[in-house]
């Protein structure tokens, strides 16, 4: 098919994998020439391949950069136009005509280049080129004129397509010559570089002679005889490897001589693999150029023997130094990006805690129960470091532990004065005791870092955070996430404070500190439906202060609420946790007691009677006198199944007490 369409066509160029010997898979790049025999029919082409398998791989590794962290963008065709000496066009390839929007027969053999360029680039070129002593007029010759005096010509220029749009290119011009080094033309190749100024290197083919594709490729050649130690090479490899303009000939030492130390035995062992194994002479080293600079070779070769011998070793040589640089770019890009994902995957599992205790902890009821939650919602932010939670307490000199994980190095209540943290209103932290240690830590191993952060609300410190690992260093970022999380548990302690603050206000009763009727109605209520669930009695005795308005009237009412306060303390030192102390109303009161028998609850209040009795409450430093209490208790279910025959079987008892006499208790009828 390739042969049939050589005669049609005469050049073809065309890329397809190959399989070395050894079963490695490489991507050729193949440029196709038919020559004709006497009769003008084809008569047999010849191929040129270049092994652009690194350079693929290349741009493959780019194309799956990150664009935003390594700006590389991803490049395509490249655009391969030649002329002959005087400038007129001879070959346009596909790319270009694509990207330029002619085709090969409008521009081939009837214009220049120069159509292509704006033309006040040109003329600042010939402005650029004047200066630096090349004396030309704007035209053909400003794109040729380094290159006619044996320079490469690279540059970035605007082409303006047919439709008139405008694209930067990357522009390579090189001289076409003959076998007796004279110029015949000019080749340049483009790249469009709107979408990928960063690219490492431009694919360089041609569609001329064997050694003329070479140079367009930028690739220089060499003939290693070994018998004789000479090596002779073409003028681009001399370039390449630094050598003086016009040297075309060295001896094997002078390369080795230039060769990084570190490389050569590399290359001495892929010399003797491709001798004594029959494989592709095929390394990567390192020179250095006479300037002391250091850049990249990749060489390759092949071995021809005579009688069994090997006599000459002959190749290619390019400079790979740009694709070494962006691979180590892409590595370490690589490193950069594996630890900004590690890192965004620990901020997002940060996160993600953090809602979780901030939702819980505005789920908790009281603060008790946020100390008991706190460990199992900090320790997973801070794996494999212990802590604590501490508060300043009430007078505010001493700080307590409230809640701890791992093995806590701080003391469990301490002076707010032994931490430096508390002290200065700001985070203290030790990654060695070489500074200023808390005291409160001061018994710590040395090796032990350590951070108390302050916990503050409303400018006022409740306490602190404190973290200590004596294996692991404490990042800056676990420091930040114990600032974060100090301030989240901060407002979350103050807030279910306030909240408790708020909830005891609307159900306590301002004189006695004793609960409200409201709160006793809903305690009772419930009680009784926990009672009878556990099939458990419960009782009810309704209190009254014998001559209440006689005490009113002769001290004062000030001083009913002296013997109210009075006896509201009495009630709350003398009565069981689950038993509940009310004011009903006025000077009456409500015990409600849960599970108790009728005797016990009669036991009870005979023992408030005389407590109360006992009291010596003082006004204004006077004694009030004695204060007597007159009690009516009702049992569940004796004397009633609600609420409401409970507290009217209460009070009719209490009644009763109080016509008998005062002072005394009376059970509530059956």
């Not at 065309?14 to 196709?32: F, G, M, V």
């Not at 220029?157 to 003959?178: E, N, Q």
């Not at 008991?372 to 307590?400: C, D, H, T, Y």
């Not at 599970?595 to 005389?610: F, V, Y």
Request: hydrophobic fraction near 40%; proline fraction near 2%.
């Amino acid at each position: 098919m390739l042969f049939h369409q050589l005669q049609t066509s005469l050049s073809h160029q065309h890329e397809n994998y190959w399989l070395t010997k050894n079963s490695d898979r490489r991507l050729i790049a193949w440029s196709n020439t038919a020559l004709l025999g006497a009769d003008e029919a084809v008569e047999y082409f010849i191929s040129t391949g270049i092994d652009i398998t690194e350079e693929k791989q290349v741009k493959e590794a780019l194309q799956q950069t990150n664009t935003l962290q390594l700006a590389i963008l991803n490049s395509t065709s490249y655009m391969v136009i030649s002329t002959d000496i005087d400038g007129n066009i001879c070959t346009f390839n596909h790319a270009a005509q694509k990207l330029l929007g002619y085709s090969a027969e409008e521009v081939v053999g009837k214009t220049t280049p120069v159509i292509f360029h704006a033309l006040r680039e040109v003329v600042q070129r010939a402005q650029v080129l004047s200066s630096q002593g090349i004396d030309i007029t704007p035209g053909f010759d400003v794109f040729v004129a380094q290159v006619r005096r044996g320079e490469i010509d690279e540059q970035e220029w605007t082409y303006i397509r047919k439709d008139g749009s405008r694209f930067p290119i990357l522009l390579s011009i090189t001289a076409l010559r003959d076998v007796d080094g004279n110029i015949t033309g000019f080749l340049g190749i483009g790249s469009d570089i709107s979408d990928r100024k960063q690219t490492i290197e431009a694919l360089r083919t041609s569609e001329a002679r064997l050694n003329l594709t070479l140079e367009a490729a930028q690739m220089g050649t060499w003939n290693w005889d070994m018998l004789t130690h000479e090596v002779t090479f073409s003028e681009r490899l001399g370039f390449i490897f630094g050598f003086p303009p016009g040297t075309h000939q060295a001896t094997f030492q002078n390369f080795i001589n230039i060769i990084h130390p570190e490389d050569r035995i590399a290359v001495e062992q892929s010399i003797t693999r491709a001798v004594e194994g029959g494989v592709n002479y095929n390394v990567e080293f390192r020179i250095f150029w006479s300037d002391g600079s250091l850049h990249w070779i990749g060489s390759q070769g092949q071995v021809y023997y005579d009688n069994g011998q090997a006599i000459r070793l002959v190749g290619v040589s390019m400079d790979i130094t740009k694709r070494k640089h962006t691979e180590q770019a892409l590595q370490q890009a690589n490193v950069k990006l594996t630890d900004w994902v590690g890192e965004l995957e620990e901020r997002n599992r940060e996160i993600t805690f953090l809602g979780e205790m901030s939702e819980i902890l505005q789920a908790c009821h009281t603060v008790e129960e946020a100390y008991k939650v706190l460990p199992s919602l900090i320790q997973p932010l801070f794996p494999q470091i212990s802590g604590g939670i501490f508060l300043i307490n009430a007078s505010r000199n001493m700080v307590e532990a409230v809640a701890t994980w791992g093995t806590s190095i701080s003391q469990t209540l301490f002076k707010s004065d032994d931490c430096w943290a508390l002290r200065r209103g700001r985070v203290h932290c030790m990654d060695t005791h070489t500074g200023l240690v808390c005291q409160h830590l001061e018994h710590a191993p040395s090796s032990t870092a350590y951070l108390c952060v302050p916990m503050m609300a409303q400018g006022e410190a409740l306490g602190l955070l404190h973290l200590s690992s004596p294996e692991l260093a404490l990042t800056q970022g676990k420091k930040q996430l114990a600032i974060t999380v100090a301030e989240q548990i901060s407002w979350a302690l103050a807030n279910l404070k306030l909240r408790e603050k708020l909830q005891n206000h609307s159900i306590r009763d301002a004189l006695t500190n004793l609960f409200n009727r409201r709160y006793m109605e809903e305690s009772l209520e419930r009680e009784l439906f926990r009672c009878d669930r556990k099939q458990q009695p419960l009782g009810v005795i309704m209190i009254d202060v014998d001559h209440f308005k006689r005490f009113n009237d002769t001290f004062g009412h000030e001083a009913g609420d002296a013997i109210l306060r009075e006896i509201g303390l009495f009630l709350q030192s003398n009565i069981r946790k689950s038993d509940i102390a009310c004011r009903y109303g006025g000077e009456e009161l409500t015990l409600i007691l849960p599970e108790s028998t009728l005797e016990t609850i009669q036991q009870r209040a005979e023992q408030i009677r005389e407590g109360v009795k006992h009291l010596r409450i003082q006004h204004r430093q006077q004694l009030l006198g004695a204060v007597t209490l007159s009690l009516g208790i009702a049992c569940f279910p004796q004397h009633g199944s609600t609420p409401t025959t409970l507290i009217q079987a209460a009070d009719a008892a209490l009644y009763c007490a109080k016509t008998s006499g005062r002072d005394r208790v009376s059970i509530a009828e059956s």
